[in-house]
């Protein structure tokens, strides 16, 4: 199924972008931030049943009424029980919604401010990188137990890195940039998590780290249960509309229940028009295995 993500719309609840989308014909839907709204759940129930829309949860979602920076890897102990709460939370709205995956972003060895997320991070100490790892590790490993007891099944968002960010600190301030990295990491997670791959930042990480993001691609294949589409200038996570002559149709896994699109700063009906593309991009991409198997 192909969604459209509601992560663009900050000022609305991801309730109010879903009806909106509903009218341009939009009924695959992923909640993903937006405004906080205490009657949340119940708005949700009522649309799904006015509407019939497939709805599906991803990271900030429900976001909550003090906000805070989501990471599960966190070495402040306040940050990280707020973080598993948080996914406690969002796994059952998966359930409530009848769609039980939940996917968030993989962690950070920083504890960024709210107002810093999507810019240029401020200079801090970092946890050393083996240490986020392991304790992002131990979370997963304990929330996918937990996920596993009500049937729900987890998938981690690979990060992205620009060069600003890297030059602040000299390093990489956070964890699933890199390819390597990340297959190393899922090689041993539990067998309800995966990997949402998304590929504006897989573009964005390459270019500044300096692997070929072709190649990433097929290192990560087998991790693979999941997608969010944009496209950028290689420079910076923009969130652009994708288009003919995006460069990952071709090596897009084929054949999975989740497709995103996360493209912001597009009215509804712009954003139709481009989960028509999808559609007809990756009927393109099937057709062309089933003749190649001929």
């Known amino acids: 199924m192909i969604f459209v993500s509601t992560g663009g719309e900050r000022n609305k609840t991801a309730c109010q972008s879903a009806e909106e989308y509903y009218l341009e014909d939009i009924a695959h839907v992923e909640l993903s931030g937006g405004a906080f709204s205490p009657t949340c759940a119940a708005d949700l129930k009522s649309l799904q049943e006015r ?11 429900p976001p909550p009424e003090k906000p805070f ?11 990280a029980e707020r973080s598993i709460e948080h996914v406690r939370l969002a796994m ?5 919604v009848k769609r039980p995956n939940y996917s968030f972003h993989a962690g950070f060895r920083i504890n960024p401010a709210v107002s810093e997320l999507g810019t240029k991070l401020r200079q801090r100490n970092l946890l050393a990188r083996d240490s986020a790892l392991n304790q992002f590790g131990e979370r997963v490993a304990m929330l996918a137990e937990e996920a596993r007891q009500i049937g729900v099944s987890l998938l981690i968002e690979n990060n992205v890195i620009n060069k ?10 956070l964890l699933f940039t890199e390819p390597k990295e990340i297959d190393s990491f899922m090689s041993n997670v539990p067998s309800n998590v995966g990997l949402l791959l998304d590929v504006a930042h897989l573009k964005v990480s ?3 780290l300096g692997f070929d993001m072709g190649e990433a691609h097929e290192t990560l294949r087998p991790w693979i249960k999941g997608y969010h589409l944009s496209d950028n200038d290689g420079s910076q996570d923009s969130n652009d509309p994708v288009s003919n002559d995006s460069w990952f149709w ?12 996360e493209v912001y700063k597009v009215p509804a009906a712009g954003l139709a028009q481009q989960q028509k593309l999808v559609e007809r991009k ?8 089933e003749e190649n198997r001929v």
């Open 206 to 208: 390459a270019s500044t």
């Open 250 to 261: 071709e090596r897009l896994v084929r054949g999975l229940d989740y497709y995103t699109l």
């Open 69 to 79: 920076v989501f990471n599960l890897a966190s070495g402040d102990p306040l940050n």
């Open 92 to 96: 059952r709205q998966a359930v409530a």
């Open 282 to 289: 990756l009927d393109e991409s099937t057709l062309g295995d």
């Open 51 to 61: 509407t019939g829309m497939q709805l599906q949860v991803h990271n900030y979602f």
């Open 164 to 173: 600003a960010n890297l030059a602040v600190f000299g390093e990489d301030p």
